[in-house]
């Protein structure tokens, strides 16, 4: 990257208006103007999974091994994707408009957080929410603690609570 030199360029049907990495950077993730999500190998360029659930996808989220991927819509819906099988695991569902999604170190757990005020937590494999955490304003931003111990929430209410999976 120090020589600004372009290592890769890749070719996409419908402009991108989202991309992110995984923790481990060796993929990323684009979502399409059409909504189309499509995860790639990062050192080759190579396609390694498309997904569209027909929704109107607003932001994506790889897990650290990017073997999972959330996205979100602007509906308060949230899905939870495995992507060498392009298999939606479930629904996540909030209230209203979520605002922020978070995998924990070691993608066992992943958060979310609302504008409903409220910040949940679901087992990553099968989308079974483990954890309510209310607030009495909008949850606007959330992330586990490095060792996936505790999770923080903000908020404007100024309350962090923390979750402690067992």
Not at 44 to 52: H, I
């Amino acid at each position: 990257m120090s020589s600004g030199r372009q290592l890769l360029r890749l070719f996409v049907e419908a402009g991108v208006k989202y991309v992110v990495f995984s923790q481990d950077a060796r993929c990323f993730a684009t979502v399409g103007t059409d909504s189309t999500v499509c995860v790639w190998e990062t050192s080759s360029g190579r396609q390694v999974a498309r997904l569209f659930n027909g929704s109107n996808v607003k932001s994506v989220m790889l897990s650290r091994d990017a073997r999972y991927l959330v996205t979100t819509s602007g509906e308060g819906i949230a899905w939870a994707w495995e992507v060498v099988t392009n298999r939606a695991i479930g629904r996540l569902a909030h209230e209203g408009l979520i605002r922020a999604v978070t995998f924990s170190s070691d993608d066992r757990y992943l958060a979310t957080a609302s504008v409903d005020s409220t910040a949940r937590v679901w087992e990553t494999m099968s989308a079974r929410q483990v954890a309510r955490l209310n607030h009495e304003r909008s949850v606007s931003a959330l992330a586990f603690s490095p060792d996936g111990y505790y999770l923080a929430t903000a908020s404007d209410d100024c309350y962090v609570p923390k979750f402690r999976p067992n």
